[in-house]
């Protein structure tokens, strides 16, 4: 019995299946990187911690303030 959350520790899944982090770019996971992460982190899958972590460098640091600034501008 594994109480985790679901859609996370499905991500965590697939990645197991596949080695890949296709499903991890698709909208569904939009905003749970650090989720997805700390799953990983959980489970010991150390190399999808270690791309997790590659990724989000490559990422811009946005914050929400800054999100909806861009927004109100239209």
């Keep these: 019995f594994l109480d985790r959350t679901p859609k996370c ?4 899944l697939q ?5 890949k982090l296709g499903t991890l770019k ?13 799953e990983a982190e959980f489970f010991q899958v ?3 911690v270690k791309l997790l972590d590659k990724q989000r460098r490559c990422l811009p640091d946005v ?3 800054q999100i909806v600034k861009a927004l109100m501008r239209g």
């Excluded at 520790?9 to 965590?12: S, T």
């Excluded at 698709?26 to 700390?38: I, L, T």
Aim: net charge positive.
């Design 15 to 19: 990645y197991l299946r596949t080695r």
């Design 26 to 38: 698709s909208s569904r996971y939009e905003g749970m990187w650090d989720e997805v992460r700390a």
């Design 46 to 48: 150390r190399s999808l």
């Design 63 to 65: 914050t929400r303030q």
């Design 9 to 12: 520790f499905e991500a965590v």
